[in-house]
């Protein structure tokens, strides 16, 4: 079956701001002890006084719709618009293990769409299938477009500059910049598959970036039974669920984090995981005390497939994530203050296990495309 290219809508920038942005104007003005709070209220009043959701009111339940709305359409930046070919030729590129020095991994490798686009491995594992030294866990790719700063410290500033470094890493895929543009413009099918994206002029390493972001941008999460909740259906998910996703904006904090429709302030924390010379994004503002082993906040669309969790792959199941922040972390000056034991009872934790279940969208069909030789 060939994958349905994406509806293109324009927009300049991330709708992410949209979701949340009044509940997170008033946080970011008041103290941390006052957030947990404020987010019950806030979740009280979007379903309706009680917070019962049976009793949820058809006002609350359309309010709380808006806070969780999908967004239109993906957001193509003015210098990489999206086109059909950028699009194929992307696609193409990405499946193709001609981009590994000993043609044996391809940036599907570690971003496969039958694992959610992660590996399913706890660490990345390079062409001489060793593990990285950097000790970092693939990242899935799902939702990639709305992300703002990339990687686990968010040392990239867009998609486009991320593709180049795994390729000629010697390390990861370890095939040296000019091999590869020999390689592929040696194969008539390419040659003719980047005039078709860019035009005639050669095939240069800008245009490999390009057609591999336009491709990624399309990588999205599809209708969960969350979203179906969401969008009017009481019966979508549990009743579990449902105390799972109350508890996940109240007592248990998780939304001051894992805000909006992808579920991630696309921002930087401490919650735990790092230690020793671990430090994350740390490594960028060595003075900042808050940046010390903070990492970014993960999307928690399809989470349930995507184990084992974390920067380092360190924490195998759900259950072990649950009990790491009822447990507080680890009290040091790097804290996040939203992080601190939060007395879950067993019953709190499976419930929201049970809504975490329902992040867990339609699987991606995705052609594996044929490789021009
Ligand atoms: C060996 C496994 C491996 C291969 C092959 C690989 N990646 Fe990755 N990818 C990773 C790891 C590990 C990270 C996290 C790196 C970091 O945080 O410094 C990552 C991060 C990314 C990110 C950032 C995601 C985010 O949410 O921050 C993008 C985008 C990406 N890779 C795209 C690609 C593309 C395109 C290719 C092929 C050219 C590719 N990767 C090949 C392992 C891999
Ligand atoms: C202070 C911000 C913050 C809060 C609050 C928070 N998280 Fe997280 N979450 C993060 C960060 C940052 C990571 C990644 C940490 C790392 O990789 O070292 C993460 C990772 C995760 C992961 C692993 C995802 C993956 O792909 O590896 C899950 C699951 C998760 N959080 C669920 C929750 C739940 C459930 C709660 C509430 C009990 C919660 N989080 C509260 C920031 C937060």
Redesign the pocket.
Known sequence: MRRAVPDVFLYGSSTRNDKWSFMRTALRQCPSVRKVALLTAGLALLLGAGGSFVAAGEAGLRTLQTQYRRPAGIPYPKEDQFSRAKYELGRIL?FDPI?SGAKV???S???NPGLSWA?GQPR???EDQKP?S?G????T?LN?AW?PK????G??QD?ES??IG??TSPE??NLPEQTMLERLSAIPGYASAFDAAFGKGGITTPKVEEA?ATF?RSIMSRGAPFDRWVMGDPNAISAAAKRGFALFNGKAGCAACHSGWAFTDASFHDIGVAKDDDVGRGRLFPSSVKLKYAF?TPTLRDVARRGPYMHDGSLPTLADVIDLYNRGGVDRPSRDPEIHQLGLLPEDKADLIAFLQTLSGQRDQVEVPVFPR
């Open positions: 990405f981009l991994r391809s940036c490798s570690c971003h590996d990345a594992i390079g990285l950097s970092m866990r693939s990242p790719l990639v992300t990339l990687g686990w410290d040392h990239f998609l991320v593709a795994p390729i990861n895929m591999l990624e970014k």
